[in-house]
């Protein structure tokens, strides 16, 4: 495999996988609002 | 009606919307299309794309649906509808149920396929066979090939009333005890299986196990920049329209199960999160897989002539027997259980939106309206499964799974951004989000993505001979005329890959016959679907966007 097969592979993998993992690793980690529409609207103002 | 779905868990509704996403293309196109459009190099406009145009398109969508959803429409025609004050607009939504059927039609049939080929894998049935036997075996297992124009083979067949009895039975669980709870068990199992094979088939070494190339060879040829490609158009054509289809939009399947989350619940992350995750089972799993192997036992030279969409099925079982009957079983029913995974997951997300409608506009039950998109699945599929030497089967998949696709996906973004509004439309976006979404992409929504949206739409429908573009133009300008290529949009009409266009020959119907028939009946489905639209609008009163 020629160096620049292997750093345009090498690249690609770690920006899919960097994006991949930290959206989906703060999906998981934050909890999903239950709060109602006044709260959410109170919230937001 | 009332319509009380909702999705059980965050993990269960990003692993649906990825299962929706990732599908067959993820592991038998993408590898096609990098390594004939510039190997390494084409994954620049690849990304380049994912970002102005796929990431913009899952927010527009995420956002359609739940905004759809608050006013109780889960069904694209009802979520179009209240975009804007034009009565017109939820005839644009019926793309999203046309699109849904068309491509669930045919798409089931390629989904009973790797199901009997795990069945085909388990029991050992390649053990012993030559390469030309198992290719053989593909079209025995289609009814192919025996120069009669219908196309019947019982053991497809069967399974094919398999996969859609499976189909019926997840969707009329409900979205969350049917389709959420198969995403969970089928989306962890399909990267499991790509882990796999994926470490199996970068360890293949020359003289090891019957192969006679190291398989980084084929990660070579699939990665090797060729940065003169990048400004060939083709390229940037086939990059865009990769993007568009590995992540479902413009189906309408996206709208649906964004119809389910609630007022204040986040969707940007979500769609990044399920996107990003697309694109790792494309990139890192499907890249890795098919071409690797291939070339591994065949060469570089079989593959680049080759590649292409059976390849999965008429190749790779005749290769994994080269790993010992353990080992070839197990790769087998990785490979064919990952592909039967991805359908699947897919599959699901394309009866949704049908099933929805059937349920809100004719107040048929959730089981009832399973089984009869089950039934209309099965008789749309009739053409494709009989017929598919005729050319049927690609006529839908042209036509209901890419032409449409792409009108549907500018439709929405010029309703979503320049009707609805970008100001109402960036805060569909952003309500209730986990992350900041950068202003950039408001911008993007607005005048980017329709472009890139408008070229590939133009590309696909004047897309000259050999896709070049350079050349079509020099010849335009010399006053010659524009050379249509055979699968553009206008080629693809005027029946240019055909030589003889006679309907029948000594009797006998022609394929021209049968596109044509194929193409009065897909027009015929477009046409009824609008009609049901008209018709439930007529029934009842539909709730309208305030201004």
Redesign the interface.
């Known amino acids: 495999m020629t160096w620049s097969a292997f750093l345009t592979m090498a690249l690609t993998w770690c920006v899919i996988s960097y994006f991949t993992i930290r959206f989906f690793a703060k999906a998981l980690k934050t909890p999903v609002k239950e709060e109602t529409d006044m709260e959410f609207m109170r919230k937001d103002a | 009606m009332t319509h009380q779905e909702k999705w059980g868990t ?2 269960g509704l ?1 692993l649906a919307m990825a299962g929706n996403a990732v599908g067959l293309g993820n592991f038998l196109r993408f590898p096609a299309q990098a390594a004939q459009n510039g ?2 190099a084409f ?1 620049i406009p690849y ?1 380049i794309s994912f970002v102005l145009m796929g990431i913009p398109l899952l927010w527009v969508e995420w956002a359609i649906g739940r905004h759809g959803g608050l006013y109780g429409m889960h069904h694209v025609p009802g979520m179009m509808d209240c975009m804007g004050k034009s009565r017109a607009l939820k005839y644009a939504g019926v793309f999203g149920i046309f699109t849904n059927l068309g491509i669930s039609a045919y798409y089931v049939y390629i989904e009973s396929w790797t199901l009997g080929y795990v069945w085909y894998s388990v029991t050992g049935a390649f053990t012993g066979m030559t390469a030309q036997e198992v290719s053989r075996l593909f079209s025995i297992y289609l009814g192919t090939g025996s120069g009669s124009f219908v196309n019947f083979a019982p053991i497809s067949f069967f399974f094919l009333l398999l996969t859609l009895v499976l189909n019926i039975w997840i969707l009329s669980r409900g979205v969350s005890k049917g389709i959420e709870k198969t995403c969970e068990i089928g989306m962890p199992l399909l990267i499991l299986f790509g882990i796999f094979l994926t470490i199996r088939a970068l360890t293949l070494k020359a003289g090891v196990s019957g192969a006679s190339h190291d398989a ?2 084929g ?2 040829f ?4 060729q940065l003169g490609s990048l400004t060939n158009p083709k390229v940037w054509l086939a990059a865009a329209g990769q993007i568009f289809f590995t992540l479902s939009v413009g189906m309408g399947s996206v709208h649906v199960y964004a119809s389910y989350v ?5 969707i940007a ?2 769609a ?2 399920a996107g ?2 697309n ?2 089972v494309e ?2 799993l499907g890249g890795s897989i098919v071409i690797p192997i291939a070339v591994a036992y065949l060469g570089l030279d079989w593959v680049q002539t080759n590649v292409g969409f059976e390849m999965g099925f008429r190749t790779l079982p005749s290769l994994f027997q080269n790993w010992g009957p353990l080992l070839a079983a197990l790769g087998g029913l990785a490979w064919f259980g990952l592909l039967f995974f991805a359908g699947i997951t897919s599959s699901l997300a394309m009866g949704q939106p049908v099933i929805s409608f059937l349920q809100i506009e004719f107040g048929m039950s959730r089981n009832r309206s399973a089984w009869l998109f089950g039934l209309i699945c099965f008789a749309m599929a009739l053409p494709c499964v009989l017929f598919y030497e005729a050319g049927c089967f690609g006529e839908y998949d042209f036509w209901a799974g890419t032409f449409s696709l792409v009108a549907f996906a500018l439709i929405e973004i010029i309703v979503f951004a320049w009707i609805f509004g970008m100001d109402k439309g960036w805060k569909e976006i952003n309500r ?1 989000s ?2 900041k979404v950068p202003q950039f992409f408001r911008f993007v929504i607005k005048y980017i993505t329709p472009l890139f949206l408008l070229a590939v739409f133009l590309g696909s429908i004047f897309k000259p001979e050999n896709g070049d573009w350079a050349a079509a133009v020099s010849r335009l300008a010399q006053g010659s005329s524009w050379n249509l290529a055979p699968d553009s949009v206008l080629g693809t009409l005027l029946n240019r890959g055909m030589t003889d266009k006679r309907w029948f020959v000594d009797g006998k119907p022609t394929a021209v016959l049968f596109v044509g028939a194929t193409r009065i009946f897909l027009v015929a489905i477009f046409a009824c679907i609008a009609a049901l639209v008209h018709k439930a609008w007529k029934n009842h009163a539909h709730p309208k966007e305030e201004s």
């Not at chain 2, 699939?222 to 920049?225: K, M, V």
């Open positions: 965050r993990i990003i190997g390494g994954i990304l980084l060879i990660l070579n699939l990665w090797q920049p609630k007022k204040n619940q986040d992350l979500n990044a999160s990003w995750m694109e790792f990139v890192l209730g986990d992350i």
